[in-house]
């Protein structure tokens, strides 16, 4: 989304934000730091070259032009030059004592000064490109143990901050202290005469610490994150956020007849919780977007157990539970004029002497027989009392968050989410804001050819599996929507995306991704202005301004 839309969404508080943008540093004038070792300042610049030609002699971004000129007298480049050939994107040349004020000094590739969005690859490539450089030169200089890095921010200081950001996290609360990878402090570097984004720097860096959180919730073990553990660590995260939590407990539960949802809960000796929550960034007669999320806190799938390869990462099963907490927590940081209500059912799925069997029948709430057919598919039984509880709100429209299959892993790998909607305009938005974010969708398809195989039996409505070969990700959307309340909706599977060995995207390092954390933040935001078609977009000039 461009920064001007942003400006219109943005309120004047948000400049209290608590994450502040740093002016230049003053050349010349002596640094004094409190800290017990030497103070060590980086900085992080770009420069652009044509990749298919290793004798282009490259061209600097303006800022880092600017610091070659005024303060290192052409030394910058001339050595760059010296390096070898210009790096490319992702590669990174670093610099050494060019002069006083920076010990060492990054310099990132960016590719062709035309990159711009692709088509073919439903990317705007020049902003991942710039996601790509701020986070590998921030990581070259953390493994210098920098105390702290200037990221100028490249034509779209948005990207900037969100690759730097997701770059420099690491999942290490459980690690003793001096076992721990340094983590420097993060600023804007910016020169006086040339134009700065501060504010699209604070929206990626609350987009990035919104996924960064979401990678947390993930990686947290499930014996330190059952149900009430994540719903105790909810209430302390959206503390004073703007953010109103509600805790609902297994009572509650049963007084709503949430009978599919209990019965995924009941093989486990942990209670069942279901968050609620809400924000109310405009008029409150105004319906609100639904968000809800999968929070299977652990999923051992019951009495038909998962292999071994797949319960080692079933702690991540509450992926769509942490996006919908890190994001509504950047929706109130941000202050979007947008009504948001949260739906959250916490359970886990285990094996016990209660659990559901195969075969079991439940009764729903709306008239309608579910047959569990097999019990490690239990992401649609957590989701529908929460789909049919929304009804309650008179939604906007509703958006849910799962990880239901892996058929899309065998369909996408690692490069997208799946979606499926029954409305064009909330898919065209999805798609923008993925385009927007480099954090990719698809598009599959809710047809009524998936319906007929999971309401084909005769002895009850609705089976969880459905009959037939294959395309369980359709299938498990097809029956969601038998218990879609009205009105528009889309569901994400994520299964795909929940995890990544380090080598799909450079700024996420390996384990849990947080994904599509940033994507539902944009496109929530093109819910209060539509950002233009990115189709439309055309190829930038060195500030890449999109």
């Known amino acids: 989304?461009?920064?001007?839309?942003?400006?219109?969404?943005?309120?004047?508080?948000?400049?209290?934000?608590?994450?502040?943008?740093?002016?230049?540093?003053?050349?010349?004038?002596?640094?004094?730091?409190?800290?017990?070792?030497?103070?060590?300042?980086?900085?992080?610049?770009?420069?652009?070259?044509?990749?298919?030609?290793?004798?282009?002699?490259?061209?600097?971004?303006?800022?880092?032009?600017?610091?070659?000129?005024?303060?290192?007298?052409?030394?910058?480049?001339?050595?760059?030059?010296?390096?070898?050939?210009?790096?490319?994107?992702?590669?990174?040349?670093?610099?050494?004592?060019?002069?006083?004020?920076?010990?060492?000094?990054?310099?990132?590739?960016?590719?062709?000064?035309?990159?711009?969005?692709?088509?073919?690859?439903?990317?705007?490539?020049?902003?991942?490109?710039?996601?790509?450089?701020?986070?590998?030169?921030?990581?070259?200089?953390?493994?210098?143990?920098?105390?702290?890095?200037?990221?100028?921010?490249?034509?779209?200081?948005?990207?900037?901050?969100?690759?730097?950001?997701?770059?420099?996290?690491?999942?290490?609360?459980?690690?003793?202290?001096?076992?721990?990878?340094?983590?420097?402090?993060?600023?804007?570097?910016?020169?006086?005469?040339?134009?700065?984004?501060?504010?699209?720097?604070?929206i990626g860096l609350a987009k990035a610490e919104a996924q960064n959180l979401a990678r947390q919730l993930q990686e947290t073990p499930s014996n330190h994150m059952t149900p009430t553990t994540f719903a105790q660590n909810v209430v302390q995260i959206l503390c004073n956020s703007g953010v109103n939590v509600e805790v609902k407990v297994k009572g509650w539960a049963e007084n709503q007849e949430m009978t599919s949802f209990l019965t995924v809960a009941k093989g486990s000796c942990e209670p069942p919780i279901f968050l609620e929550l809400s924000y109310y960034g405009t008029d409150t007669k105004i319906p609100p977007i639904i968000l809800i999320g999968q929070g299977n806190t652990y999923d051992s799938g019951g009495l038909c157990l998962k292999p071994i390869e797949a319960l080692t990462d079933m702690r991540g099963d509450m992926t769509g539970a942490a996006c919908v907490v890190a994001a509504s927590r950047a929706i109130a940081a941000l202050k979007l004029p947008v009504n948001i209500r949260a739906l959250i059912p916490l359970c886990e799925n285990m094996i016990g002497c209660n659990a559901m069997k195969p075969g079991d029948m439940i009764q729903m709430r709306n008239g309608k027989s579910i047959e569990i057919v097999k019990t490690s598919n239990e992401a649609p039984l957590v989701l529908v009392d929460a789909l049919l509880y929304a009804e309650h709100f008179g939604p906007k429209y509703i958006v849910d968050v799962s990880t239901i299959s892996k058929a899309v892993i065998e369909s996408f790998g690692k490069v997208c989410s799946a979606v499926f909607t029954n409305s064009e305009d909330l898919w065209q938005r999805m798609q923008n804001a993925s385009i927007h974010t480099g954090d990719r969708v698809w598009r599959l398809p809710l047809w009524d050819y998936y319906r007929e195989q999971i309401c084909s039996a005769e002895h009850v409505d609705v089976q969880n599996m459905g009959q037939g070969q294959g395309a369980n990700s359709c299938k498990a959307a097809a029956f969601l929507r038998e218990f879609l309340p009205c009105g528009q909706w889309i569901h994400i599977d994520a299964l795909n995306v929940l995890k990544t060995k380090g080598n799909d995207f450079p700024y996420i390092r390996r384990g849990m991704t947080g994904r599509p954390t940033r994507t539902l933040i944009e496109f929530i935001a093109q819910s209060v202005v539509p950002r233009d078609d990115c189709t439309n977009s055309k190829p930038q000039k060195k500030t890449l301004h999109l």
């Open 1 to 202: 989304m461009s920064i001007n839309i942003w400006k219109r969404i943005l309120q004047p508080g948000f400049k209290s934000f608590q994450y502040q943008t740093s002016r230049n540093i003053q050349h010349g004038v002596k640094i004094t730091e409190q800290c017990s070792n030497p103070a060590s300042r980086g900085l992080v610049l770009g420069v652009y070259a044509d990749e298919n030609d290793r004798l282009d002699i490259g061209v600097l971004t303006p800022t880092a032009a600017k610091y070659n000129e005024s303060y290192t007298s052409g030394k910058l480049l001339e050595l760059l030059r010296l390096a070898g050939p210009m790096p490319r994107r992702g590669e990174v040349r670093v610099l050494y004592n060019l002069e006083p004020t920076y010990s060492a000094v990054a310099v990132c590739g960016l590719g062709s000064e035309c990159l711009g969005y692709d088509d073919v690859e439903k990317m705007d490539i020049s902003k991942e490109a710039i996601r790509i450089a701020a986070a590998r030169g921030c990581q070259e200089l953390q493994s210098l143990e920098t105390s702290r890095i200037y990221v100028e921010d490249f034509g779209h200081a948005e990207s900037a901050a969100e690759g730097a950001h997701m770059g420099l996290w690491v999942n290490q609360e459980l690690r003793a202290v001096e076992n721990r990878k340094f983590i420097p402090q993060l600023q804007l570097y910016y020169e006086p005469e040339l134009p700065c984004d501060a504010n699209g720097w604070r």
